[in-house]
């Protein structure tokens, strides 16, 4: 907790990277959330497993709507993981357990 990182955005390409534990009660602290109270503005997580495909498809669509003029501009990362999540909504609806997982943590 003492630590502060310079990072203003990591995305956790992996299943359950904020996910609860069930072993102690400090495990309510996630990957994604520790990122965030050490200094990590944006933090974005899966909540779940996620498919390979699917998560492949999600950093493509962040990624892509979030650079700007070559560089990274998180003033929309919000926005952009939405936008993301609901076109892979759009493309399989009866789904969700593809495309729910996904969270944005920070402003």
């Given at each position: 907790a003492g630590q502060r990182?310079?990072?203003e955005c990591v995305y956790l390409s992996a299943c359950d990277t904020h996910a609860p534990g069930?072993?102690?009660i400090d495990e309510v602290v996630t990957l994604a959330t520790a990122l965030n109270y050490v200094g990590c503005r944006h933090v974005i997580a899966a909540l779940s497993?996620?498919?390979?495909d699917d998560a492949v498809t999600v950093a493509g669509h962040v990624y892509r709507r979030l650079m700007r003029s070559g560089r990274l501009d998180l003033t929309d990362a919000a926005r952009a993981v939405h936008a993301a999540l609901l076109a892979l909504r759009d493309a399989d609806p009866g789904s969700p357990d593809n495309w729910a997982p996904y969270l944005h943590i920070g402003p």
């Open positions: 990182l310079s990072a069930t072993e102690t497993p996620i498919g390979d």
